[in-house]
Structure formats: C-alpha cells, structure tokens
C-alpha cells in the first residue's frame, strides 16, 4: 500500500512539472498589478450643545465604544522651574481620582465593567481615553467625564507619581541611546520650551495646588475635540453627550499662552559623552519643517530614500556594504504645531565611530548634489501611496485622525489630496527640498561612547563641549 501511495505521489509530481514545463515562468520583478484603488473613510463631524467639536463613526462590529477626548495642553506650557508638571497632572487625573470616587473604587468598577479610562499629557496634546462594553457606556461616560473635567488629585497618588518621576531620572543615564536622544533634542531645541527637561529640583517644587490650577486652565470645554467610535445609536449618543457636557457659568475667554517657534540657527555643535561601552551611539541633526511648509511632500519621499526603509542609502552603505553598523535610519519629524526637525541616527563599535560619522555626513550630503535616480523615486512613492491606507485600520484610527487634523488645523481635504500630492512629486522637486532642509556642516552632533577607543579623535571633527551626565541625586 505505501509503495503504491509513492507511485501515485511521483505521478503527480511528474504530470505537474510537465504542465509547468509548457509555460513561461512568472518573473516577480515583471508582475502586473491593477491600480491600488482605495477610498478614505468619512467620519461625521457634529458640535454638541456646549459647542465641543464631535467626530462620530458607527460600527457595529462588536458592542464596543471608544471615545478620545483631545485637549490643547502640554509641557510647552509648563513654568520651566516646574518642567515635569503635566506629564504628572496627565497621570494623577485618572490614577487619583476623580468626581468624588477615590482611586481604588474607580480601579474596581472600572474592572467589573470590563472598562478602561486613561489619562495623559504629551508635548502639545492631553488625552483622556474611554473603552466600553456597549452595555456599561453610560456609567463609564460618567467616569470619563470626571476625569476629564474634575480630577481629585488626591495627594498620596501624586507622591506616587513624583515618586516614580524621581526613579525614572535616577535611571535616566543608564541607556546610552536615550542619552543620545535626549541630548540631541535639546541641542535642536536650546533654548525653547521643547528642550526643557524635568530636574530632581523641578519634580520636587510640584504642588496638588499646581496640578490643580494647571488644570483648571486648559480642561475646559471650549478647549478640547471628542472623537467617538463604535457601536452606538447616533441618537442617543448625542443625547448622553449633552446632558454629560454642559456650558457652566461664563469664564473668560480662552487664551493660551504664546509659545514661539524655535529659533532656525543652523549652527554646529558637538557633544560628547563618556560611556564606557565597546559601542559609540550617534545621533546628528538639526530643525526641519512643519506642516505648512509646501516641501513636505517632496521631504516624505527624501525619507525614504534617504534612511526611511530597509533600501534606502543609509542603510544600504552603512549596514549592508560596509558592516559598520545593525541600525542606521533618518527621519524628518514633520512640525504640527511646532518645527519638526531632522535626526539620522546609528550604533557603531567605537573603533569605527568617526567613520561611521563621516560616511552618515557624506551620504546625507550626497542627496543635496545631484537627483535621485528614477528607481528610488518610484519605489518611495509606490510605497508612500500605497501604504496610505494602513492609517485607516481601525474605526477608533479613522475617526481620531480625523479629529487630529482638526486639532492642528491641518487645511481641509489633506487626507483626499495627500496621494495625489505624493505622486507629483520630481526627482527635481527632492533635490531642491535636500538642498532647502539639509545642513550637514550644521549638524548638532552627539556622540556618546569610550573617546579612548575611537578610531580618530573626536576633535577631528570640531571642538568638543562635553556633557556632564553625573546626577545630583538628591538625599531622602
């Protein structure tokens, strides 16, 4: 029986290699493909009673609601003597309680629920979030609600929070790579609000009363968008919403606080910083552009190509010719409401660390002499177009992007041209924004490693200003 189950096996196989026989093999690299055709998802956008902006998308996939709450805040707007004060606040909102119900209550009947209710403050956004069975939404909306507007604070959770603040910069050096991204943020960012950093000192002057006027300053209902998700009768939702956010007493009218850009000084710095490891962490860039600035289009596709993707220069010379190093990338942080900037970045062993510089230098300099070739033009746009639609995967993605684009006033129809946009896009376009957005001799530089072992000294490169990155912990 077996050796005529292997005759039959050895027929098939031979019939089938003679059918493939007669045909032409497939070559992948001459493969077809029909034009992607994908719409954008819609989300509908409604004002409630109290005047709060809405974006609502039903599905009904399963009994699940989502709400986000985006609020115009962030650590741009804290006193630099108290730098640390929002990313507390963004915490003490929900793990301290809120409208009354102490901390531990809220855990558990948020747990019963099968509900989540989070809370946070990042550089110029604050969110509260909601998760909910279809079934248990409207208790849970009550709990959002006060956490959103009004928050205990209650003063053994914020120790708690100032506490684990306190551990996090002890720790803050022992990560070579996040002293690297820290340190070249600041230098991109010197003197302007997104370079400041919390300090033992800073954490230690927070007060409940600072997290409670921080507050009360900006949570306020003309300052803030919901975007909702899930499955929800439009009706009803609207009704719950409006009886959950009403106009209270008039208040003065909003004003927040005139933040400047940052300062564009293209101006070399180079920082250094001992570590002893056998690897130098570098990171080198400078301030880039932000969303209203017509090359960014142009600039997407130079990402790409330049140390966006597994192809692109960087990558290809630095870790696949040369073998200097694993990870090699750059990236330009496009500006929402501030100037992004420009960051390239790499892990060498610290006998090739100046190399390693100079060839990252040479490479991004290289982008601003001649035009990329038609191969790497088309392979970053059919990537960036049709790659467009993994932004819209989920209803809660889809309705908060939306959302988003509101927030940051993002011009109306951005999503429905962005494509369009990409695929116009020269090669004579990517060298005119290289040329524009790309200061290598500008570069702020950092480096931190054994100097000792670098295969040059650092000072070939220019004068060295060295970090001091001994920690003044204070006593308990």
């Known amino acids: ?154 003063e053994k959770r914020l120790e708690i929070a100032r506490r684990q603040t306190v551990e996090s910069l002890r720790r803050q050096n022992d990560d070579p790579k996040e002293i690297a991204d820290r340190e070249i943020s600041r230098a991109i960012y010197a003197g302007h609000p997104l370079a400041d950093i919390p300090t033992f000192a800073s954490v230690g002057a927070i007060s409940r009363q600072d997290l409670v006027d921080f507050h009360r300053r900006f949570y306020r209902l003309d300052n803030m968008i919901l975007s909702v998700s899930g499955d929800f009768d439009r009706t009803e939702l609207l009704k719950e919403l409006n009886s959950t956010f009403i106009a209270g007493k008039s208040r003065s009218a909003l004003t927040l606080p005139e933040i400047p850009q940052p300062k564009q000084l293209f101006r070399s710095v180079l920082l250094y910083g001992k570590k002893d490891i056998n690897q130098s962490v570098i990171r080198m860039g400078h301030l880039g552009l932000n969303k209203n600035n017509p090359d960014i289009y142009a600039v997407r596709l130079l990402d790409y190509i330049l140390g966006g993707s597994f192809t692109s220069r960087l990558t290809m010379e630095i870790r696949t010719n040369r073998g200097l190093a694993y990870n090699v990338g750059s990236h330009f942080d496009i500006g929402r409401r501030f100037t992004g900037s420009f960051v390239a970045e790499t892990e060498t062993k610290a006998e090739s660390t100046i190399k390693a510089i100079n060839l990252m230098k040479s490479i991004i300099a290289g982008v601003t002499k001649e035009p990329v070739s038609d191969a790497e033009l088309n392979a970053a746009r059919e990537y960036m177009i049709n790659s467009f639609m993994f932004s819209f995967t989920t209803p809660a993605s889809i309705v908060s992007q939306r959302a988003r684009l509101e927030y940051y006033g993002y011009p109306d129809g951005y999503l429905e041209r962005y494509r369009d946009n990409i695929a116009k896009v020269t090669k004579a376009d990517i060298l005119e924004a290289a040329r524009k957005h790309l200061k290598p001799d500008a570069f702020k530089l950092v480096v931190i490693g054994d100097a000792a072992k670098f295969d040059q000294p650092l000072a070939t490169l220019g004068a060295v200003r060295e970090l001091d990155l001994r920690l003044d912990i204070p006593k308990p």
């Open 1 to 154: 029986m077996k050796r005529l189950l292997l005759s039959l096996i050895l027929l098939l196989s031979l019939l089938v290699s003679v059918a493939a026989a007669g045909e032409a093999l497939s070559n992948p690299r001459t493969m077809k493909f029909p034009e992607l055709s994908f719409q954008i998802p819609q989300a509908e956008r409604v004002v409630l009673d109290c005047g709060m902006p809405v974006y609502l998308l039903r599905d009904t996939e399963l009994p699940i609601i989502n709400m986000t709450a985006m609020v115009r805040v962030g650590s741009v707007y804290e006193p630099a003597a108290k730098s640390g004060l929002s990313g507390i606040a963004g915490v003490v909102m929900r793990s301290g309680g809120a409208g009354g119900v102490t901390a531990e209550a809220m855990d558990d009947e948020l747990e019963f629920m099968a509900s989540g209710v989070e809370s946070g403050i990042g550089i110029d956004m604050g969110t509260v979030s909601l998760t909910s069975l279809k079934k248990n939404f409207s208790r849970t909306l009550q709990i959002f609600s006060h956490v959103l507007l009004s928050p205990d604070f209650n």
